[in-house]
């Protein structure tokens, strides 16, 4: 079946410091990766999306450098989280839309907390 | 004002009986999917629609895009049932999800 796996499932880090998190799609095409974050008051917002054959698109309020974003194909993707602050706690979402179907499937998340 | 407006926002129900959440759309919706988050947060696929409807199991769902809503039906409601359920709309074809604000339901026994 199709699975979006996230890598770590949970992760503190000082104010400051910087984290990075995984998604890998396994058992499907994706024709899109997108990163969503759900905030404490559970809204989604779009940080990033790729599509085949373009360039990774950041949404209004993010940016590459606070967020820079690598995947080396459509089936993994990794994100990094620089200087994390408090504002930037909450569920970071890898969603991967699959082929033919177009359906997004999205990973457990990664739940970021900054102290 | 939200593109996307979900309701109710929660909804508390005992076991075995019948639900229906409900999505409007003010933008022209091309697809909506259906997903329900458990409580550690993972998000579970429940139907992706173009306009039309879709059974699974005790679920139902249809999307009018002429009208501009989306509904889910819960039949039989089992205490798994329980969590947020959220809709989302894509516009444009451009792959951006609009997501509801979600409904949180319980379900007692």
């Known amino acids: 079946g199709a699975l979006v796996y996230q890598y770590p499932r949970r992760t503190i880090c000082k104010s400051g410091t910087s984290m990075r998190m995984e998604c890998q799609a396994v058992?499907?095409?994706?024709?899109?990766v997108a990163w969503y974050r759900q905030s404490p008051q559970k809204t989604f917002e779009l940080i990033a999306l790729s599509t085949v054959n373009s360039a990774i698109k950041y949404e209004q309020n993010f940016t590459q450098e606070k967020f820079p974003i690598s995947h080396p194909n459509l089936s993994f993707s990794s994100m990094t989280v620089l200087n994390a602050y408090l504002e930037d706690r909450g569920l970071y979402l890898c969603g991967a839309r699959r082929a033919l179907s177009y359906e997004q499937y999205f990973g457990p998340g990664t739940r970021l907390t900054v102290l | 004002g939200d593109k996307v407006k979900q309701s109710p926002s929660a909804l508390s129900l005992q076991e075995g009986t019948n639900s229906a959440l409900r999505c409007n759309f003010s933008i022209a919706a091309t697809t909506v999917q259906w997903f329900l988050q458990n409580p550690r947060g993972s998000l579970m696929n429940l139907f992706y629609?173009?306009?039309?409807?879709k059974e699974n199991g005790r679920l139902k769902s249809a999307f009018d895009s002429k009208e501009s809503y989306s509904t889910l039906h819960i039949r039989d409601a089992q205490l798994e049932d329980s969590g947020t359920y959220f809709c989302?709309?894509?516009?444009?074809?451009?792959?951006?999800?609009?997501w509801g604000s979600g409904t949180k339901l319980i379900i007692k026994p």
């Open positions: 058992g499907f095409q994706a024709t899109s």
């Open positions: 629609l173009v306009p039309g409807t």
């Open positions: 989302a709309a894509e516009a444009d074809s451009n792959y951006q999800l609009i």
